[in-house]
């Protein structure tokens, strides 16, 4: 969501997200974090935020892995939805993908 004023809580699930531009081209970057007072806790009230992380970053890696010359760029997209499908997750098509050389959020 769009920043705002309110104070972060215990459990929330916030997103950093930093895009830089240069000479028509972007460079986007984002990690998601669970707002705990320790990542080691071990409190079970977090367990399904501390599971939905895991997968996400899972399916990142899987996307990557799709990632070379010669490869098609749904490639990536594919996998990832096929990977969250199978951990009983739902990829929200408007909110995938980003872009390929110098055409960004496409």
Known sequence: GI???RLL???DIINIDITVYIDEHH???SETYLVTLDDTEDDDKYEG???LLEVSRTALNVGV?????????SAIGGAIEKYVSGQGYKVIPAF????IGKYFHG
């Open 65 to 73: 892995e799709q990632c070379g010359p010669g490869r098609q760029f």
């Open 3 to 5: 920043p705002d004023n």
């Open 9 to 11: 809580e215990l459990g």
């Open 96 to 99: 995938t993908g980003h872009g």
């Open 27 to 29: 460079g986007d970057c």
């Open 49 to 51: 935020a501390r599971r």
